[in-house]
């Protein structure tokens, strides 16, 4: 008989910093009596976040949730945008929010990311944009996307909440960059629960260098000084305790993605025997990062990236014997909290479900997958003998 955890394992916690480091940071924010409003500390995040991504054009936000309206805002994106289901609400909402008409089709079984040629069948003279999610950190397809979206001259913004540190190949410079300088924008969230975080926050990384004033006059009122207004912006400043918690801990992402790296390849091999629990999502990450480590580029060049090890997910199968729904509920009588994410699929919420204003096409997979998904605890400070447990724990309970 396998003991359940003596303490409540959580699906994600987030990661601290040293503390003592946190609190000279305080204490120099202490002295500069500059709590919000562009300060020093967060200046000098912005800059190292564009040492990060390779590119000037970042700006910082107080949540993800706003980078991406500001983002919609600031494009003037309207009428239709084209989207995936399988994804947390904010997605959606953002375009709701922007009184444009979410048109959600299905997704790739594989990679769970927004299909192609979905998104190619469902343009209409209406069409702005496409609004893809870089789910569970695994790139979308980003060729396709890309000739789509200059075919039909459609605007392409991805939501990469889940993307931060990935880095893909580009087929134009035989190199690897970082993900957010695909397509037009990219919104990273930065909150505790993502595996690199500012306590709460977000970013937008950009290709269009004009963006990044409308985008900084956007979080803040539209001020561009005390007496003009330029534009009708709302309020999405970071301050700078979030700027200095997301400058502390960004050098640490190595050994972050490091980390999960060997916690996941722990997962794999717990769970590769057993029937009914397929994580082919991870064992694909593992792969591919095996490429890149060894720089065998024969691999097709959509899916050649480092991973960020972001998530742990699995889909359990009939083959399991339990349901998805039982074994995540009996994981919790062992003190293990894993997370049905994402379920229900966002496009079952009353306020998509019922709305006109929401256009629906075949959804085929993205159903499938929000039924038998379930992520599994991955952290920095999750041991390896946990991850063995948990596996211990799924292998016992197999029906
Ligand atoms: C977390 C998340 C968001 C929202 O980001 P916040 O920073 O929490 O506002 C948006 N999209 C996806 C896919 C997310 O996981």
Same mark, same amino acid.
């Given at each position: ?201 977000? =970013?937008? /990384? *950009? $290709? ?9 006059? +956007?979080?803040? !009122?539209?001020?561009?000084? @005390? ?103 009996? =994981?919790? /009588? *062992? $003190? ?9 699929? +966002?496009?079952? !919420?009353?306020?998509?479900? @019922? ?45």
């Amino acid at each position: 008989m396998i003991k359940p955890f003596d303490e409540p394992i959580l699906v994600t916690r987030p990661y601290l910093p040293d503390l003592e480091r946190y609190q000279a940071g305080i204490s120099e924010i202490w002295s500069n009596r500059w709590l919000t409003n562009n300060g020093p500390v967060l200046q000098r995040y912005e800059k190292n976040l564009q040492n990060h991504f390779g590119t000037p054009n970042v700006c910082a936000f107080n949540n993800g949730t706003l980078a991406l309206q500001i983002a919609l805002q600031g494009m003037k994106i309207e009428g239709e945008v084209i989207t995936t289901p399988f994804t947390f609400v904010a997605t959606a909402h953002c375009l709701v929010w922007n009184n444009v008409k979410p048109v959600f089709v299905d997704i790739d079984r594989q990679t769970y990311t927004i299909d192609p040629d979905a998104v190619e069948a469902a343009i209409t003279s209406r069409t702005s944009a496409i609004l893809a999610v870089h789910v569970f950190g695994t790139p979308c397809h980003l060729t396709r996307l890309q000739q789509i979206a200059q075919h039909h001259h459609l605007a392409l913004i991805y939501d990469a909440a889940h993307a931060f540190g990935v880095r893909v190949y580009n087929p134009a410079s035989g190199s690897m960059h970082s993900i957010g300088l695909a397509g037009d924008c990219s919104m990273f969230s930065l909150h505790s629960t993502k595996l690199y975080h500012s306590i709460e926050g977000g =970013l937008l /990384t *950009f $290709n269009d260098a004009k963006y990044k004033k409308i985008f900084e006059y +956007l979080r803040n !009122f539209g001020f561009e000084n @005390e007496t003009e207004v330029m534009m009708v912006g709302t309020n999405a400043k970071m301050n700078e305790m979030q700027a200095l918690m997301g400058n502390l801990i960004l050098p640490d992402l190595p050994k972050i993605i490091d980390k999960r790296k060997t916690l996941t390849q722990a997962y794999v091999e717990g769970l590769k025997t057993v029937k009914g629990i397929d994580s082919h999502l991870i064992c694909q990450a593992l792969a591919v990062d095996q490429q890149v480590q060894h720089r065998e580029n024969h691999f097709s060049s959509q899916f050649l990236y480092t991973p960020n090890f972001a998530y742990v997910p699995i889909e359990v199968t009939a083959e399991y014997g339990l349901t998805r729904d039982q074994l995540y509920e009996k =994981l919790k /009588t *062992f $003190n293990v909290f894993a997370r049905r994410y994402f379920y229900p699929l +966002l496009t079952e !919420f009353l306020c998509y479900k @019922e709305s006109p204003h929401v256009d629906l096409h075949v959804l085929t997979n993205a159903h499938v997958v929000a039924n038998r998904i379930l992520t599994l605890p991955i952290y920095f400070d999750l041991n390896l003998d946990d991850v063995r447990r948990i596996c211990e724990i799924i292998r016992f309970l197999k029906g």
